[in-house]
């Protein structure tokens, strides 16, 4: 029972315009979100992350977007570059564990 | 600045043999995690404890056991390997529970 799901296994973005990376989740008890980035040969590294009374939280280039009713979250970077060519996974809290999703790999082509 | 270490980096074991993987951290953390990741199945959660002297079972359990003698140290336990078991096995640790996750870089295992 996948709870949390990223449906896009994989990404290609030119560089300089917006990736938009998408996240589902079903179990309405999840109240914090993070984003995690991964290069290969690395271990997953905070990026971003939002609390479910918030709909939009922003650090840079990055915005996280947080759709309670619709249960998505989306993780934008605007603009891309070539050093956020990684593999993106999205992660929900029930304040006892996070739950990772499937991962998207993101490729930025120059 | 370590903060989560994670030996070896990588084995090869035969079906049957047994081995531990090492997780150590520097940052005082209460809580830590022990994750495997499989292509298009993302981090499972294995087990995790919450302090010294704690463990718990996470989604994916069967075929492992832990140990936290001590509050910087995390033992990954396979008593006999098998090859579902091939996968790169993550450690992390956090000062909250669930949240600020620090990640190790991983140990790859294949048991052949």
């Known amino acids: 029972d996948q709870q949390v799901k990223q449906n896009s296994p994989s990404l290609s973005v030119q560089e300089g315009r917006i990736s938009i990376l998408n996240c589902d989740y079903t179990?309405?008890?999840?109240?914090?979100f993070l984003w995690y980035k991964k290069y290969p040969a690395e271990g997953p590294t905070f990026l971003i992350s939002?609390?479910?009374?918030?709909d939009k939280n922003e650090d840079g280039r990055f915005t996280v977007f947080l759709n309670k009713s619709a249960k998505h979250l989306s993780l934008h970077i605007v603009p891309s570059q070539p050093g956020d060519s990684a593999v993106y996974f999205c992660?929900?809290?029930?304040?006892?564990?996070?739950?990772f999703g499937t991962g998207t790999r993101l490729t930025i082509i120059p | 600045n370590a903060g989560v270490t994670q030996t070896p980096k990588f084995r090869v074991l035969k079906t049957g043999q047994s081995m531990t993987l090492l997780c150590a951290q520097d940052?005082?953390?209460?809580?830590m995690y022990w994750y495997r990741q499989d292509p298009g199945m993302g981090l499972r959660l294995i087990h995790y404890s919450v302090g010294e002297g704690t463990t718990a079972k996470g989604e994916v359990p069967d075929g492992y056991n832990v140990s936290r003698l001590k509050k910087q140290n995390f033992l990954l336990g396979l008593e006999s390997a098998a090859p579902s078991q091939t996968s790169v096995y993550f450690c992390?640790?956090?000062?909250?529970?669930?949240?600020?996750?620090?990640f190790g870089s991983g140990t790859r295992l294949t048991v052949v």
């Open positions: 179990n309405s008890m999840f109240d914090y």
């Open positions: 992660a929900a809290s029930t304040r006892e564990k996070l739950t």
């Open positions: 939002i609390s479910s009374i918030k």
């Open positions: 940052m005082n953390h209460e809580y």
């Open positions: 992390a640790s956090s000062y909250k529970q669930a949240y600020g996750y620090t």
